[in-house]
């Protein structure tokens, strides 16, 4: 570790500088040069958070930052050093318990990685030196070290790539455990080292590579590698990501490769993408805190009041200083401030068991043992990828029933992200599917049967381009003299599934793509005739540019530029005159709800390419903002091109999602769909998907909309106010609950683009636009359902973030499968990744991932419900058990002249919360189900009765606080009116103090755990085992505590005691009372609403072959029911 630190000093002096030298093989560039070995950090893991020497101090630092753990370490420290009437075993053992419990669970976790981190810092790797391959461990790796790598082996630090058994210089890696995508990645090597195949070879290599400095993006690398000849200038060669292995990535399809590190240990990408997430806090965590500071008022004012009232009580002299009672020198002589202080103290710790610190590891113990009911959910299992719901943070379990807005990307989430190819459209002409051997593939049908056919010249160009314009890689099939057989045994891979429906769309109507072969891209035309194309540059896609170009040679020497991208990308780079035929399919085939790209090329002249080939050489070589130079010439490469068409692809609605987003928006949520696809398109999938239903009229902010560009904020501040007017009519003021309503008279849906986003989001300077934003916001929070098209993945988090700082912080969640969709899953306040097919990068970093999205039906009304009711439940009952344990302890100090005479053993306060009454609860919050998951899935209207956290508001709060007030007044009194006589046996023997106490702690353990019983809906045989099996064990150690002499003990107060006070039969019969009476408004509130219940259900069955929606009705009873069993309404 101390080694680890001292590399990671020395590489953050490095660091200052904007990039780093690596000499390949530690040689330097001439014999006559000293090498001087350079400071980098080794190829160590190190993910564990401790180690054996700081694990006490900094986990006892972390726990008792938790401002209840830290209370009550105060308060054992003034029990330790005050004169207090408890021992400090009472709150110290507690404390403990919690701290010792949460440090085993953490350093448990922190074992398991340190386990891990040696299992990948020992694994063997082998390493060129002086032309002989040398085994070390992983750890031992340094920058500058050649490295080799055979087949299905993991690549031990980041590499460039030198060369590999294959004579043209490529490899196939995997990068699943990186971004979880399993489709094979193509990774070159230089030219210039591709034939170094052996070990003397690649030893023989005299070379520098000048690199960034380490940075997390996984997809970018910037570098260039200088190689020394002798007597040869050196050659300098651009470095790509396309030519950097990552740590974790995995070799495939290839024997072996040979590469040089360039970023070890913590430097690696992989390492770098390890940083922790910023924490979430629930509303419930919220909730805790309030209720602990009224708790901790309460706690006050009972020292407060007690303290006031004992020098009340001692300013009469005998009460004072009693004849039997004499005080000492010392307590005479002490200030009468100190003493006040120090009796306040004393106070405090008496009544202090009033905050439950254990209730803290129960709620962690119920979020972490809850999260595997999710992981186990069959039913949120895919037969198709194998996989179930997966849990990456048990924090926000309660989080899932309380969600007020739904933010879902569209393609991969909504839809299945599988393209199918529709139709396409060559210079205005329509085609779709068939094809014949003589007249192409024509397809003139329906409405557009008069557009006849395109030139026959014209569809082989659109096909070509198809068939050259993408990224696509073929793995399977044989190959024999170059050329692949068997093609049944074919398969595509590719990055994106668009452009593999494009290729098989292609290959259906005559053109198949057959490869690559070195430098070369293999077409089979119509005429089964082989065609080669030398691809000279990939001008790769972006988000950014929205399109993407290859450039290459044909046989017969010209040089053509094929492009393919989004309409609002190509139309402006293409002759305007050529624009409108294919415009008017690619806007049909939008509202047709079809994924649409234009294709485009430009014949080059040799000066032409020359110019590019150049430009992009010197581009490729710079260190410093190489992307904005590319950008640049990209941007200028695809200008003045020809559009030849468009083509349709489909990406058809996930099975059910409609059906989730109609139960979501029952529930009351406001469901809001943010993509990048364009409006059209977009929308057709909104109704499809039932976000928008027939009757919504739809208010568009759109670049449509806004017409003229000169006078697009004065128009959008117009439709703003427009749209606000229209929307304060239909919904006034006063229907503040609109967001939970069932029904509303009229729906409004809001579309808006993402450059109208950016107006309204960053205005310019005027102040007439400042206030573009609340208005916005305003008809945003009106409308039902709200669509965001066009939108960047910065725009989309930026909507999150501004819904969930509205008034009311309403709880948001965000769903996606991409990694465009990152940014706003780790804006919301939960984020779920769909476990999709654009990688995992999402569900990596999420807080819960599913495999589909018509999974979050039940993880939102069935768990989400229900891990919310439990964990609620759990909360309240948690301060009502410690106020019925701590009101007669107050109670008591008024018939004990204010002495602190604790009225509880110090063996009952210590296992009150920890042995007696922690069970029950704990199997409680994990396994009731107040209503069957069935009837919570069908029914998502139930959803709302837990809505804005409605079980822990001040009323449910008030009452289960006046609940805990009466049940312990009702135990104190009870049996002080039983002492009334003070002899309860017949032979006159008199009970003292200790059985007073221990009959209120039996009547109290008792009503306590049976009120638990009185809520619990959906038994178990562990619930059972748990409650009775608590009660039993109190019973077992009260004889067991006070039937033994114990030698430690100073005092033997409580032996015998429970014993002899079970011979009473008015014992008996109080504790039976005093629990009947305290538990009576528990029995009648059940008895009267199961009354009310039957009685509706009573009307309902009898409307209900008139009722039309009977089938939604005949749940209303257990609508009703939804608390009517709880105690907390």
Request: glycine letters at 6%.
């Amino acid at each position: 570790m101390f080694r680890w630190s001292i590399n990671r000093f020395c590489a953050g002096e490095e660091k200052r500088v904007g990039t780093r030298t690596v000499f390949v093989g530690h040689r330097p560039v001439s014999e006559t040069d000293a090498y001087v070995e350079q400071k980098f950090c080794d190829n160590r893991i190190v993910s564990s958070k401790y180690t054996v020497w700081n694990f006490l101090p900094k986990n006892l630092f972390e726990q008792f930052r938790r401002i209840a753990n830290f209370y009550f370490l105060i308060i054992f420290l003034v029990q330790v050093i005050v004169d207090t009437p408890t021992s400090p075993v009472t709150s110290g053992l507690p404390l403990f318990f919690v701290i010792i419990v949460t440090a085993i669970k953490q350093g448990y976790e922190d074992w398991l990685r340190h386990r891990a981190d040696k299992e990948v810092n020992k694994s063997s790797v082998f390493i060129v030196e002086n032309a002989k391959q040398v085994k070390k461990h992983s750890e031992k790796i340094k920058v500058g070290d050649i490295v080799e790598v055979k087949a299905d082996e993991t690549f031990p630090c980041d590499l460039i790539f030198l060369a590999s058994s294959n004579d043209d210089g490529i490899c196939y890696v995997t990068t699943a455990s990186l971004d979880g995508e399993s489709n094979f990645k193509t990774h070159y090597a230089v030219r210039d080292t591709t034939g170094l195949q052996t070990d003397d070879d690649i030893d023989s290599l005299t070379a520098t590579i000048e690199c960034e400095q380490p940075q997390p993006d996984l997809y970018k690398f910037v570098g260039r590698i200088n190689i020394y000849r002798s007597n040869q200038e050196p050659v300098a060669r651009s470095l790509g990501p396309e030519n950097l292995l990552l740590k974790g990535s995995t070799l495939k399809n290839t024997k072996k490769i040979y590469g040089v590190a360039v970023y070890t240990g913590m430097e690696t990408k992989m390492a770098l993408n390890y940083q922790g997430k910023s924490q979430k806090r629930s509303a419930v965590e919220k909730s805790i805190n309030a209720f602990l500071v009224v708790y901790l008022c309460i706690l006050v004012s009972k020292a407060t009041v007690c303290t006031t009232l004992k020098y009340i009580w001692q300013s009469n002299p005998f009460n004072d200083e009693p004849w039997y009672n004499q005080k000492t020198i010392k307590e005479r002589e002490t200030f009468k401030i100190l003493r006040m202080f120090t009796d306040f103290l004393s106070f405090m710790v008496l009544f202090n068991f009033i905050i439950p610190v254990s209730m803290y590891v129960t709620v962690e113990m119920q979020k972490f043992l809850g999260s595997f009911f999710i992981a186990w959910d069959k039913e949120m299992y895919d037969e198709e990828i194998k996989e179930g719901a997966l849990v990456n943070t048990s924090d926000l379990n309660e989080e899932l029933g309380q969600v007020e807005y739904v933010f879902t990307d569209k393609t991969g989430t909504l839809t299945e992200n599988s393209m199918k190819f529709i139709e396409c459209c060559i210079d205005g002409h329509k085609y779709k599917d068939g094809i014949s051997e003589v007249d192409g593939f024509s397809h003139t049908d329906g409405p557009l049967r008069y557009y006849g056919k395109a030139e026959k010249c014209r569809e082989e160009l659109f096909l070509r381009a198809l068939c050259l314009c993408h990224t696509v890689q073929i793995k399977g099939g044989d190959n024999v003299d170059g050329l692949r057989v068997n093609q049944e045994c074919w398969t595509y891979i590719s990055s994106s599934p668009d452009e593999i429906a494009l290729v098989k769309g292609a290959k259906k109507y005559g053109f198949t793509f057959l490869g690559h072969e070195a430098d070369y891209m293999k077409v089979q035309n119509q005429k089964n005739e082989i065609e080669k194309y030398q691809l000279l540059h990939v001008l790769n896609f972006d988000p950014v540019r929205r399109r993407m170009s290859v450039i290459v040679k044909t046989s017969t020497g010209k040089f053509l530029l094929f492009c393919k991208g989004a309409d609002s990308s190509i139309f402006p780079r293409v002759q305007q005159d050529e624009i409108q035929q294919t415009k008017v399919h690619v806007e049909r085939n939008a509202m047709d709800g079809y994924r649409t790209l234009c294709v485009a090329f430009k014949e080059l002249t040799q000066e032409d390419y020359k110019k590019i080939n150049d430009q992009l050489s010197e581009a490729k070589m710079a260190l410093q903002d190489r992307e904005e130079k590319m950008a640049r010439i990209f941007d200028d490469t695809e200008a003045d091109m020809h559009l030849i068409g468009a083509t349709a692809v489909e990406d058809r609605l996930q099975e059910h999602a409609a059906e989730t987003i109609e139960a979501l928006q029952t529930a009351g949520m406001k469901v809001w769909v943010l993509t990048g696809d364009k409006m059209e398109t977009a929308k057709s999938t909104c109704y499809a998907s039932r976000l928008f239903q027939t009757n919504t009229e739809l208010l568009e902010l759109t670049t449509k909309t806004m017409g003229d560009s000169d006078r697009k904020e004065e128009r959008l501040h117009e439709l703003l106010l427009e749209y606000h007017k229209k929307l304060l009519q239909d919904f006034p003021k006063n229907s503040g609950k609109l967001k939970r309503s069932w029904t509303v008279s009229q729906e409004y849906g809001l579309i808006i683009d993402g450059s109208t986003l950016s107006l309204i989001l960053n205005p310019s300077q005027d102040s007439s636009s400042s206030n573009y934003k609340s208005i916005f916001l305003q008809i945003c929070l009106k409308c039902t359902s709200v669509l965001c098209c066009r939108m960047a993945p910065l725009q989309k988090a930026q909507i999150v973030r501004m819904v969930k700082n509205t008034k009311g912080n309403p709880i948001t969640l965000s769903i996606g499968d991409g990694a465009n969709d990152v940014s706003m899953i780790l804006e919301a306040h939960v984020g779920i990744g769909i476990k999709g097919k654009e990688g995992r990068q999402a569900a990596r970093n999420s807080d819960y991932a599913v495999p589909k999205f018509k999974h979050l039906r039940k993880l939102l009304l069935a768990h989400g419900h229900l891990y919310y009711v439990r964990i609620a439940h759990l909360v309240q009952y948690f301060f009502y058990k410690n106020l019925c344990f701590i009101l007669p302890q107050f109670l008591y100090q008024f018939f004990c002249g204010f002495s602190q005479q604790p009225l509880y053993d110090a063996a009952y306060l210590t296992m009150y919360n920890i042995c007696f009454t922690s069970l029950p609860i704990l199997a409680y919050s994990l396994l009731e189900q107040h209503i069957n998951i069935e009837t919570l899935t069908s029914d998502p209207r139930l959803y709302m009765k837990i809505s804005d956290n409605a079980m822990l508001q001040w009323k449910p709060f008030l009452y289960w606080t006046f609940l805990g007030s009466f049940e312990g007044l009702v135990f104190f009194f009870g049996v002080y009116f039983l002492f009334q006589n003070s002899s309860l046996e017949h032979n006159g023997k008199v009970f003292g103090n200790w059985t007073f106490g221990t009959i209120v702690f039996t009547v109290l353990v008792f009503t306590v755990t049976l009120k638990l019983a009185l809520d619990t809906r959906f038994w178990t045989w562990m619930n059972h085992f748990v409650i009775w099996g608590s009660l039993a064990f109190y019973v077992f150690f009260s004889f067991f505590w006070g039937g033994i002499i114990w030698p430690f003990l100073k005092q033997q107060r409580m032996y015998f005691v429970f014993a002899h006070m079970v011979t009473s039969v008015s014992t008996w019969l109080a504790i039976v009372l005093l629990i009947f009476i305290s538990l009576s408004p528990e029995i009648l509130l059940v008895v009267f609403k199961n009354a009310k219940r039957k009685n509706h259900q009573k009307k309902l069955s009898n409307r209900k072959a008139s009722d039309s929606l009977s089938s939604r009705r005949s749940v209303r009873p257990l609508l009703l029911r939804t608390f009517s069993d709880e105690s907390n309404v």
